[in-house]
Structure formats: structure tokens, C-alpha cells
């Protein structure tokens, strides 16, 4: 039986990728779902593109009263009416069978919290296709993760992302909505939520495309970060709660992992001291490319460290580009 859907796209000033993003909802397999625009305040034209939309019966759009991008979804989430709520960003977008994919999971694995897929990582006109470490070695695979934080660590960047994820509306009774007063990392803080409470899903289908370089990007907008939302969530749990956990060996590695994460913002604001501080915290030994790359960096005068992270995102499409050449 087809469950019934929620699409929540939050909206501030992308006019040059929200019909990119809508473009590929109303392509979908699927047809029946509600569309839940969620407007911040946008001022660049964004509303003139989406207007048209709203001659479409299954497509609202809701003006944001409070503010930040977590409180955007938790209104819009308390709006909807559907059994599964799916989320895309105004600059992303997904492959035609997306959501005929969600469904498909959540029909084979009922019970789940989260049903992602991966997707795709895309720099300017590149996209990169990640390869998800740490399941088993048959592509493709679907089914029950059986450590949200071991498949993180593994794959060395979020295994899936909110463009690429679905969750079970009565994951919200349970765990909280997004954390409103996270600027980054809110998403992961949820998924690390869900990962306590609920099984997650998951196939190697690429369905969905993260774009990392988009205007008015949030996660570049670069302030000081002394610890991530999700390791801030994990370190306030109940010591006995972590130290009997089955995963507590994964959850350690992922704590660890992201002081990576934490480094790479405090040097993007100019934080090279508190970024270095942290890095001597860190004891992970996983990734030791990106972390010579962000010791480098964090002993550069403070001024270069922005240009830097500019640069750093750009990394896969570098990397796509050799490999190519020398394949």
C-alpha cells in the first residue's frame, strides 16, 4: 500500500536553484504526495519562481514564523499531513525515482525511522558518485544499518543527507524535531537521535544530488563552532548509556570524527587557534589525508583560512578530475 507523503522544501534565497529543486519533484515516478514550500523571507525573486507552482493542487507554501533552517522543517513538519516526510533543500534535487524507491523501502522494512538512499556529491557541473564504505561488498545493497555511526566514519563524509532520506512521522513523537538552535549539523544531530531509537534503512541506489556549491549556502557560512550538535547531544546522554551501548566502540570513532568536521569550520572563521586545540584533542587516525590537510591550514595566518575552505570544498571535484586523467 502506498503511504502517504510529505515533501518539505525550505526556501531563502535560491532563486537560481528552486526551480532546479521543484523541477525535480514534479518529475518524479510518483505523483501523489504534498508539497510543502516553507519560505524564510526570501528577498531575491525566489517567490516570483515558485509562484507558478501553486496552481498545482498538492504544492502550499507556508511563510517561516521563527527563524533558521531546523525551525523551517519543524514547521513545516507540524503541517503535514503524510505517514512519510521527505525533505529537499531548495538547491538540491533528485532523480526521477526517488520517492518511488522511499516507498519501496518503507513497504520491504516497515518499522524503520529513517529510509535513505545514497546520492550524489556535485561540484559546479561535476557530480561525484560515493561509494559508501563500511556494508557489505555486493552493489547495490539495501537493509538495515547496523551502526549509523560505524557507516559515518567508514565513509568519511554523512552517508546520506536530508536531500537523500525519508522518516516515519512517528519518529518525531520520539526523538524530538530538528534542533532549532543548531546553524550546522543539525541533520546529523537527528540522524544520531533516529540511530538510538529506530532502525535505519538504507540502499546504495543513488536517487538524490547534494549540491556543495549553491548560493546563500548555510554550511558555508562560517562561525565558531566549539563542538558539533551531534556530539553534544551523544556527551549528554547517561555515561552508563553510552558505556553499555553495543555500538560504543563506533560511537567513540564517530565523536573523534567529528572533531574533524569542527576543525574545518573554526578554520573557515578564522578560528586557527581553537581549530588547532581541537585537532590536538583528536585521536582518530582514519582519514589522514584531510587531516594533514586541515593541520596545514590551521597554522596559516588566519586570513588565508577562509580562502582555504573555499578551496577545500572543491577537493571531490579535483579528485574526480584525476582520476579520470590517470585512469
Not at 555515561?239 to 578554520?267: C, M, S, W
Not at 587557534?273 to 587531516?291: P, Q, V, W
Request: glycine share 6%.
Amino acid at each position: 500500500m502506498q503511504p502517504k507523503i510529505t515533501i518539505i522544501v525550505p526556501l531563502y534565497n535560491k532563486v537560481a536553484e528552486v526551480d532546479r529543486a521543484l523541477k525535480s519533484i514534479l518529475t518524479q515516478t510518483i505523483s501523489e504526495y504534498e508539497l510543502l514550500i516553507i519560505d524564510g523571507g526570501s528577498t531575491d525573486g525566489s517567490l516570483n519562481v515558485v509562484e507558478p507552482y501553486l496552481q498545482d493542487s498538492r504544492i502550499r507554501l507556508l511563510h517561516q514564523k521563527s527563524k533558521g533552517l531546523p525551525a523551517g522543517r519543524n514547521e513545516a513538519i507540524l503541517e503535514s499531513k503524510g505517514d512519510l516526510i521527505a525533505f529537499l533543500d531548495a538547491d538540491d534535487e533528485w532523480h526521477p525515482n526517488f520517492l518511488e524507491t522511499i516507498i519501496r523501502l518503507y513497504n520491504t522494512y516497515p518499522g524503520a525511522g529513517i529510509y535513505a538512499t545514497a546520492y550524489e556529491r556535485c561540484v559546479i557541473d561535476i557530480c561525484k558518485d560515493n561509494i559508501v564504505r563500511g556494508l557489505p561488498p555486493e552493489r547495490p545493497w539495501e537493509g538495515y544499518i547496523p551502526s549509523y555511526f560505524r557507516m559515518y566514519v567508514e565513509a568519511g563524509y554523512p552517508p546520506f543527507c536530508p536531500c537523500s532520506v525519508a522518516l516515519d512521522r512517528h519518529v518525531f513523537d520520539k526523538v524530538g524535531y530538528f534542533n532549532p538552535d543548531s546553524r550546522v549539523g543539525e541533520d546529523v544531530e537527528m540522524w544520531v537521535k533516529v540511530a538510538f531509537n529506530c532502525d535505519i534503512v538504507f540502499t546504495t541506489n543513488m536517487c538524490a544530488r547534494y549540491h556543495m556549491v549553491s548560493s546563500n549556502k548555510m554550511i558555508n557560512d562560517f562561525k565558531v563552532l566549539e563542538m558539533h550538535p551531534a556530539v553534544t547531544y551523544l556527551l549528554s546522554l547517561p555515561d552508563e548509556y553510552l558505556q553499555f551501548h553495543q555500538n560504543r566502540i563506533d560511537i567513540i570513532a564517530f565523536i573523534e570524527y567529528l572533531k574533524l568536521v569542527t576543525v574545518y569550520f573554526n578554520i573557515g572563521a578564522g578560528e586557527c587557534k581553537l581549530a588547532r586545540k581541537i585537532l590536538s584533542e583528536s585521536h582518530t587516525n582514519r582519514d589522514i589525508i584531510r587531516r594533514v590537510g586541515l593541520t596545514v591550514m590551521a597554522h596559516l595566518p588566519r586570513s588565508f583560512g577562509k580562502v582555504f575552505i573555499h578551496q577545500y570544498i572543491k577537493l571531490p571535484l579535483i579528485e574526480y578530475k584525476l582520476r579520470n586523467i590517470f585512469k
